[in-house]
């Protein structure tokens, strides 16, 4: 199967996904209200930062050895599922002690809602790692009914707890961290054979995985940053859950802009990784060229027709959300452009570039958010974020043209023989490659 078919298996399943995944957070957010969901966007936000951060890239780093030395494969996945399991151990409960300690930040839980994130960090993090071990042979299929079953399953558990009158903030986030056992138990069936316990991780490969892990870690763990910070400022400065709800639906409905689209970006980054160096660019471009055509075409499609998918996804009680969520859209889509500019960094070793450039644009729109929340509300917080995407999507073209000898007036068109090639990979039986 060609590398455009594998994609397109892999994005038309997230899509799928998806529709189950707008389903799961209409039910929530009608039930839930702009408070209640100002608080589950909050605590998710907290989820997915310390989950990167206690990663330490390790999935990732798993990935990228596999793919320069596959004759260790298994030894390199013995020694990442002990060394997560403990980073994981170590992050979930860091996590339920700043959630427990922090209340008039984050809200009040029950007992068993600490349990369940303290769990939820080791889960989610080895369900990474079976996830990018069906990466290291591409295999579409399983990544495809991976993605598609996780989100089937919250939204069962979603509708089971609101058919019996249970949905609250609690049952949403107990969800939520449910998706984690889901993907894991999969991931776990796939990969059974190559687990091996009579391997004993060794310290030698211990770090080698893990300061290439701290490496990807940082641009990830930076990217993740980029994407939250605006609703921890406006939290902070409008101390506000209802403006912190509003802002995260309409940031939700620009994201789809790139939601299905980011279930292919881990398999550029295995691509990129093994391609050759004189194919590299060409084969850049092209994708850059598919990027931005595809982020045209449905940011127009959303900014003539966001209004209404608002109101019928979350009702008129959510309209505070249209401007930021206006605001926001053209942001987006640069962003899926430079998320996959961050993939081909990381492909070859120079992840460090990539976190660099996203402190910069994360501290650009934390400084324009502290400025801009207080006198504009969350448009401001949106405007802030616009401005920090377009300097990051700048920055990165920059250095992929030096690095890469990428020829940026090749990015933006797509040529005739794109056509043709889209036109092979989908309908002829040839093992040519995109």
């Known amino acids: 199967m060609s590398f455009l078919r594998k994609s397109l298996v892999v994005n038309g399943s997230a899509f799928v996904g998806l529709l189950f995944g707008i389903l799961q957070t209409v039910i929530v957010t009608r039930v839930l209200g702009p408070e209640g969901v100002g608080r589950y966007s909050l605590v998710l936000a907290a989820l997915m930062l310390t989950t990167q951060f206690f990663s330490f890239g ?31 151990l170590l992050g979930g409960c860091v996590l339920s002690s700043i959630i427990y300690s922090r209340a008039g930040y984050f809200g009040t839980f029950p007992c068993w809602i600490y349990i369940v994130i303290a769990a939820y960090i080791p889960l989610v993090i080895e369900s990474a790692v079976a996830r990018n071990d069906l990466m290291v042979n591409l295999e579409a299929r ?20 609101y058919a019996f009158g249970l949905l609250t903030v609690n049952q949403a986030i107990l969800s939520f961290c449910l998706m984690a056992v889901i993907r894991l138990a999969l991931g776990g069936v796939w990969m059974r054979w190559k687990v091996d316990f009579n391997i004993v991780p060794d310290r030698k490969t211990a770090k080698e995985l893990l300061l290439m892990g701290i490496r990807q870690s940082w641009a990830d763990l930076a990217v993740l940053v980029n994407g939250k910070i605006s609703l921890l400022v406006i939290r902070y400065v409008l101390d506000d859950f209802e403006q912190v709800g509003y802002f995260s ?38 994708v850059l060229r598919f990027c931005f055509a595809l982020v045209v075409c449905m940011a127009a499609g959303l900014l003539i027709f966001g209004k209404w998918i608002l109101v019928i996804l979350y009702g008129r009680e959510f309209l505070p959300a249209l401007k930021p969520m206006l605001i926001l859209m053209p942001g987006t889509g640069l962003y899926l452009i430079s998320r996959a500019l961050i993939q081909l960094l990381g492909s070859r070793g ?15 729109t934390a400084g324009l958010s502290l400025v801009l929340t207080p006198i504009w509300s969350i448009a401001g917080a949106a405007a802030a974020e616009l401005t920090g995407n377009v300097v990051l999507l700048v920055l990165l073209l920059l250095v992929i043209r030096r690095l890469f000898d990428v020829q940026l007036r090749q990015c933006f068109l797509m040529s005739k023989q794109d056509f043709q090639i ?13």
């Open 58 to 88: 390790l999935p990732l780093s798993y990935l990228y050895y596999c793919q320069h030395d596959r004759a260790n494969q298994r030894k390199y996945l013995m020694n990442t599922l002990w060394l997560v399991l403990l980073s994981g």
């Open 142 to 161: 399983r990544l495809g009914i991976m993605s598609l079953v996780t989100s089937i399953g919250q939204v069962l558990f979603v509708l089971l707890f």
């Open 249 to 286: 639906r309409g940031q939700r409905i620009a994201l789809l802009v790139i939601t299905a689209g980011q279930a292919v970006l881990p398999m550029l980054f295995s691509r990129w990784a093994a391609i050759e160096s004189d194919k590299l660019a060409a084969h850049v471009e092209r």
């Open 350 to 364: 120079r992840p460090e570039i990539s976190a660099g450039l996203l402190l910069v644009s994360s501290g650009l």
């Open 422 to 434: 889209i036109y092979k990979q989908l309908f002829s039986r040839s093992k040519h490659r995109v």
